[in-house]
């Protein structure tokens, strides 16, 4: 069981290129996120996901865009990188229990270089 | 939705017990108090949760008054490892505001020699 994985862990961009972030989970977990961490900062959500083939924007989701095609992955995209996205990426998953409530579980985290 | 309100940082002596404070006044009837933690650059950890009553595990305690505005984090006896920075955040029931899950900037918990 390796919970939360995020590929990869380390990228550098130029201004303007693209590139995917890859999440996925193996709890079997209807929800996921993405977050967004700024140094000094807490973390901001991006964009998430209620289940398969549904995604939502989250507080700050301009410049990216997201899929969820299979329950397991969750995969953050950025069409033309800008060095305000240089930020330490975070994915997380969680399920809603019984009693409604619902504790996330976090990925290593993608750090992010945007130049 | 309910914000939570933390002191930016906090010092502790090792084998002593932290306390770490949580103002969420707006707080609903239907929402949660989460606490995650966040060793270094790693990905945040859950802690211990809960709605009205005192909870209890392994890692901590969580006490929220009675009018559920305020709760504190206690971690009984801080080791070094347990400086990090902690969150407090509210979740409502069923995940109804999954779209308002931010974590704010949390207390940076030092625990000294």
């Known amino acids: 069981n390796a919970g939360v994985t995020q590929t990869p862990k380390f990228r550098v961009l130029k201004t303007g290129q693209s590139m995917t972030l890859l999440c996925a989970q193996d709890?079997?977990?209807?929800?996921m996120y993405w977050y967004r961490q700024d140094p000094g900062m807490g973390l901001r959500l991006i964009h998430y996901s209620v289940g398969e083939g549904t995604t939502a924007k989250g507080e700050v989701p301009d410049g990216y865009n997201v899929s969820r095609l299979k329950k397991q992955n969750f995969l953050l995209g950025l069409e033309s990188a800008a060095p305000s996205q240089t930020s330490v990426y975070f994915c997380?998953?969680?399920?809603?229990?019984?009693?409604?409530?619902?504790?996330?579980?976090f990925g290593p985290g993608t750090r992010l270089t945007v130049l | 939705d309910a914000k939570t309100t933390q002191p930016p940082s906090m010092d502790c002596a090792e084998g002593r017990a932290a306390n770490l404070p949580c103002n969420h006044s707006t707080i609903s009837g239907n929402e949660y108090v989460y606490w995650y933690r966040q060793i270094h650059s790693q990905g945040p950890q859950y802690i211990i949760h809960?709605?009205?009553n005192n909870e209890t595990n392994e890692m901590a305690s969580l006490i929220i008054t009675e009018d559920r505005k305020s709760s504190t984090l206690i971690l009984p006896h801080a080791t070094l490892r347990d400086t990090a920075v902690y969150y407090c955040i509210v979740r409502a029931l069923y995940n109804t505001n999954a779209g308002k899950s931010t974590f704010g900037d949390g207390t940076t918990l030092t625990v000294k020699p």
């Open positions: 709890m079997n977990h209807e929800y």
């Open positions: 809960g709605l009205k």
């Open positions: 997380a998953s969680s399920y809603s229990s019984q009693l409604g409530t619902d504790t996330q579980y």
